[in-house]
């Protein structure tokens, strides 16, 4: 059943076709320059959608998973912990932190999960997956800019996906937990290193060491703490290398 989130009744009729106990709502406008550029969307995409979701949770005693990301920190500090206070650069950034804050306040036993960097193949084309537009760059031949002076900890979409649902069914996981690796690496040393991970040529990444004018701002280090996941998670949480090798793995049928 396919369902609009930014639509109360759309959920509402999901909620009472199904019965869910578990809402894993990953659901979002992702694409920053979009939402810098398409402000009502992203805010009825990403903040006014969790809520109506939250809702629906909170009548049905379902318990929630939201997903959220690094973006609601404008990244001067270069460590997050999980209580941080956020402070958004740009307009995803900010309909995200509002969105952790109207869900957690109408469903207190929700998790809400940040995100800083998730590095997967997608089963389908089109989608908003940076390893797919990578990969697709260099496959062409072409060269790609990356920028020395952002710094993330990414996670592969498996191991993704063990952590939540860990968390998912864990009771006791409520208030918001951070998901990434246990080290950080520049954008542009993240993407030689993909790039040689996916067969290509190093030297095909060039770095960029100032932000290109007139792009919507992004933090600078937005090293995400992952404490409270750790205290409760059992999968280890990987290293960079270890989610590079992860990623760039082909879609299997037992994961895809």
Known sequence: ???????????????????PEIVVLTAALADIERCQREQQLAEIINHTG???????????????LFTSTDAVFDGTKGFYREDAPP???????????????????????????????????????????????????????????????????????????????ELAVAPQASGRFHIGSTDKLSRFDLSQR?????????ALVFPQHE?????TPRGLDDFLSTERTRQICQTPLPSCQEVIERAVRPLTPEWA
């Open 50 to 64: 969790p809520l109506h979701v939250a809702h629906a949770c909170r009548r049905h005693g379902a318990r929630l």
């Open 1 to 19: 059943m396919a369902i609009d989130i930014t639509q109360a009744e759309s959920i509402t009729a999901a909620f009472d076709a199904a019965r």
């Open 87 to 165: 402070t958004p650069l740009n307009f995803y950034g900010e309909t995200k932190a509002r969105a952790e804050a109207s869900v957690l306040d109408t469903l207190p036993s929700a998790a809400v999960v940040r995100l800083s960097l998730v590095l997967g193949r997608s089963v389908t084309p089109g989608t908003n997956s940076f390893l797919d537009k990578f990969a697709s760059t260099l496959a062409a031949g072409h060269s790609t800019l990356a920028p020395t002076f952002e710094f993330r900890n990414p996670i592969d979409i498996a191991t993704l996906c063990e952590l939540l649902l």
């Open 211 to 215: 932000p290109t004018p007139g792009r």
């Open 194 to 202: 993909l790039a040689a991970a996916l067969g290509f040529d190093p």
